[in-house]
């Protein structure tokens, strides 16, 4: 199992796969992940399927599975996230819904996505920073990823 600390690193310089549909700590470092849906705003945005398979780890609230969080919507499109929870703990995210209606849009995410997903894995909670230039994606993110936390019990 590759630790969290090289998850992040490799979230941090694998911007590149940010556009390319893998967009998560596990992908990054060549675990599979389902390839993200961009969004190309509110009027070309195809709904992710919600998946929560959690299984019993002995805790009432936090559980072993994956959460997928509620789509925010932003001024560009919808942003969602989904997470994987291992021994009450955010073990990855991926970025399964975000901008990429234009080249700046793709621009934008490229490098915002990777620095969202690093923080959300050190913090290990929404409280992220925003990403500067990529405002409403990094609201997005804050506000789908609190969502599956929520429905994770963590």
Do not use: C
Not at 55 to 60: E, H, I, L, V, Y
Not at 74 to 89: A, F, K, L, M, N
Not at 97 to 124: S, V
Request: hydrophobic letters at 35%; charged letters at 15%.
């Amino acid at each position: 199992m590759t630790s969290t600390f090289t998850r992040v690193a490799l979230a941090t310089l694998g911007s590149a796969a940010a556009i390319g549909g893998l967009i998560g700590a596990k992908a990054l470092a060549g675990d599979a992940a389902p390839a993200a849906t961009p969004s190309t705003g509110s009027s070309g945005s195809t709904p992710a399927t919600p998946v929560t398979t959690p299984t019993s780890t002995g805790s009432p609230t936090a559980r072993n599975g994956t959460y997928t969080g509620q789509a925010a919507a932003t001024r560009y499109g919808d942003v969602q996230v989904e997470i994987d929870v291992t021994s009450g703990q955010i073990d990855d995210i991926r970025v399964i819904r975000y901008p990429a209606g234009n080249g700046r849009d793709q621009q934008i995410n490229q490098q915002a996505i990777p620095r969202l997903i690093a923080e959300g894995l050190a913090a290990q909670s929404a409280d992220v920073d925003t990403v500067s230039g990529a405002t409403y994606t990094s609201e997005g993110h804050r506000q789908s990823l609190q969502s599956a936390i929520d429905k994770a019990g963590l």
